[in-house]
């Protein structure tokens, strides 16, 4: 039953009563030391003023280097342990750490180290690149019967569209910014850093500090925003961890705005070209489509941006392929919505210009093309309510009323068009071990490892717990972000509470399973000897019923548990994925060119909705980062130094709230049972696909105008 809940922890946000990472107490403050070259090595460091100014600790280099060892595989931050060489991979590397008794201190020190460096021409021009990128595996290619291959299959078709669409690199510019405060107690490290997975956090930690995952206890239930970019363990992680161990003190490390572009990833641009084939009446004969991202050296990450066109729509012949420019850049991370997000745009935009050259409707010719099966595969779908998706937004959004002729509606100044995108993301579940513990004071704790981002799992957490137990979600003690509590799924990829949530139901069946157990066997209960049943809290037979509290109090027991470890996959032979549609107004002033999303609607096919009011916040997030990355989000690479210019939060420019109209956001809640018990598919990241293609095709009805390359800025409107 779906519910409409605040967060239960809101209060503690909103009073200042949370503890995120930076807030803990420390007694010496670290400060990084940054490349200001992209490729090279340095040949020296003098560290003489600094060691001299006033409240310094410490000051560690590739020359005094705190002893650290790589992550290993499954990583996804830089390949190479912070300091153990002379080399420079980029601009904004660590090359050094400075502690000092306070953070201004240690600021203060850090701009007295003199660094020399060699430096040698690095490759960061990532259009540069394109025409050599490095194929990333073979092509993916589905042709139908008696077809010799994708072009012949184009060359065959009525009619073709072709183009290219470029992306930048994005930076995700989350409010809380990276942190660590690292503290050791005798040969064990507790660490609390601002992270989405602290078993993540836990197991490359100790590796890099050559100690047992035993001895290491991380800390983080509260996360001031992620979306991927605090997936990795950047260098201020091991390295405050190290210096807390070498200087037996506590020590915090705090990324500042400027670090995080460089320090903690980011996501890459792209070059994608797609090549759509279709019949006269719309009906999509072939898609190609070829999808080129940037991949930094130092770190593993790319994005496979082409992959989203192998399942958006039904196509007897596809075919994608991917290749990686190499860049001397800083690393990459997943970034919400992956591939998908930028893969989207390009194919959005694509489907927009075949139905302006075939002269229909978009959402007709989406329409004509809906995969009823997956298109790559042959596969049903495990649940699909996409054609809902769109009629309910089409009726709602009134897009029957879009006049077809681009640049024919206009309000006073402002030119004024509709546009429309499909959403898809991949639904799955990881493995997971949740606890359900019943108390003696009526309260039942749930509890698990996974991380809380603002994307409402606590609440999750306590909704679910509620359902299962049958008490009122005020009796729900939901744990989360503790290494020391059982490994549930990390934050990432949409899996949470599709992972997460079943494995609450299984743990909740468990503890209800130990305690009616108890209460045969304990001769203190009034049910000993019996066969006693569950309902709504209470244990109940032979015409005696009682609380789950009371029956603990007397039975003398302070509590008991249950815990249920699911493990990952899904059944095989099915597809899966949630779904969406985007309804858009924009406006684009006709003097200066200036483009405002004045109207949204986006319509969600997720499964099971587990609460609406955090569940709309999702959504709702993610189309004004998805309208951030369409208008307004541009990193660009300065060609001599490797320096993201502009890397401050006044120059890179995200949605503020004048930016933003009114989101309208719809859930059509039907439960995916193929994919679990629960029914719940992700959504987290599905709300910025197909975001900025929706808004480029807005834009094109508005003005005439196809812009291929984001952001759309007023200047290619002119």
Not at 85 to 99: P, S
Not at 116 to 128: E, H, I, L, N
Not at 211 to 240: C, E, M, R, T
Not at 613 to 618: E, G, N, Y
């Amino acid at each position: 039953m779906t519910v409409s809940l605040s967060r239960v922890e809101s209060h503690l946000k909103v009073t200042g009563g949370a503890v995120y990472a930076a807030d803990n107490t420390a007694t010496a403050y670290g400060y990084l030391l940054t490349s200001t070259i992209a490729l090279g090595t340095v040949t020296t460091m003098d560290t003489t003023a600094a060691l001299a100014a006033p409240g310094t600790l410490a000051v560690y280099t590739p020359f005094n280097p705190l002893k650290l060892f790589g992550y290993g595989d499954g990583s996804t931050d830089e390949t190479a342990p912070v300091l153990q060489d002379d080399n420079v991979r980029y601009h904004g590397q660590v090359i050094g750490l400075v502690v000092a008794d306070t953070f201004e201190h240690a600021r203060d020190a850090a701009s007295l180290v003199s660094p020399v460096y060699s430096a040698q021409p690095g490759k960061v021009d990532f259009a540069a690149g394109v025409a050599t990128a490095t194929p990333l595996g073979a092509p993916v290619e589905v042709l139908a019967p008696g077809v010799t291959s994708i072009d012949a299959a184009l060359a065959a078709s009525d009619v073709t569209v072709s183009a290219v669409y470029t992306t930048p690199h994005q930076h995700h510019n989350p409010m809380e910014p990276h942190a660590a405060v690292a503290v050791w107690t005798d040969d064990r490290l507790t660490l609390y850093t601002a992270t989405q997975g602290v078993m993540n956090v836990l197991s490359h930690v100790a590796r890099a500090l050559g100690v047992d995952q035993s001895k290491v206890h991380v800390v983080n239930p509260y996360v001031g925003g992620a979306f991927g970019g605090k997936i990795g363990n950047w260098a201020h992680v091991p390295l405050a961890a190290a210096a807390a161990r070498a200087l037996s003190r506590p020590v915090k490390v705090a990324l500042t705005r400027e670090q995080t572009f460089a320090v903690s990833g980011h996501r890459p641009p792209s070059y994608q070209t797609v090549t759509l084939g279709a019949a006269h009446d719309g009906t999509l004969v072939a898609v190609k489509h070829d999808g080129i991202s940037g991949k930094s050296q130092s770190g593993p990450s790319s994005e496979n941006v082409a992959n989203h066109s192998l399942t958006a729509y039904a196509s007897p012949n596809l075919h994608v392929s991917r290749a990686f420019v190499p860049l001397d850049v800083s690393a990459m991370t997943p970034m919400r919505a992956p591939g998908e997000s930028h893969g989207a745009f390009a194919l959005e935009s694509a489907m927009d210009e075949l139905a302006f050259k075939l002269g229909v409707d978009p959402l007709a010719l989406r329409q004509k093309n809906y995969a009823a099966k997956v298109p790559n595969t042959g596969n049903p779908w495990s649940s699909k309510h996409l054609d809902e998706c769109y009629q309910v937004g089409a009726d709602a959004f009134g897009w029957g009323k879009r006049n077809p002729v681009p640049g024919s509606v206009r309000d006073g100044d402002w030119f004024v068009g509709l546009g429309l995108a499909t959403a898809t993301y991949p639904a799955s579940r990881s493995k997971s071990t949740m606890k359900v513990r019943l108390q003696a004071d009526g309260t039942a704790v749930i509890s698990g490892t996974g991380a809380d981002l603002g994307t409402g799992q606590f609440t999750v957490f306590a909704i679910l717990g509620a359902q299962a137990l049958g008490i009122p979600v005020a009796s729900i003690v939901p744990e989360l972000g503790d290494s020391s509590l059982p490994p549930a799924t990390p934050a990432g990829g949409s899996t949470s509470t599709s992972s997460n949530g079943p494995a609450v139901l299984a743990a909740a069946d468990a503890a209800k399973a130990a305690l009616l157990a108890q209460a045969a066997q304990n001769p203190q209960s009034p049910f000993y000897g019996k066969t006693p049943t569950y309902d709504a809290g209470k244990v109940s037979a032979d015409g005696v019923s009682m609380t789950f509290g009371s029956l603990l109090t007397t039975m003398d027991s302070p509590a008991v548990e249950g815990t249920a470890a699911l493990p990952s996959g899904t059944t095989k032979g099915y597809g899966y994925m949630s779904f969406g549609a985007h309804f858009c107004e924009v406006r684009v002033n006709r003097w200066t060119g200036e483009p405002r999303v004045s109207r949204w609607l986006t319509v969600v096919d997720g499964g099971t909705i587990v609460n609406e009011k955090t569940a709309r916040s999702q959504i709702l997030g993610a189309v004004v980062m998805g309208i951030g990355g369409a208008l307004l989000e541009d990193s660009r690479v300065e060609p001599d130094t490797g320096r993201y210019a502009g890397a401050n939060m006044a120059a890179y420019l995200v949605p503020v709230n004048a930016d933003i109209p009114p989101v309208d956001v719809r859930f059509l809640d039907y439960p995916d049972t193929v994919f679990s018990p629960l029914g719940a598919r992700g959504i987290g990241e599905l709300g910025i696909v197909g975001v900025a293609g929706a808004v480029a095709n807005a834009v094109h009805n508005a003005t005439g105008k196809r812009i291929r390359d984001l952001p759309i800025t007023l200047d290619k409107l002119l």
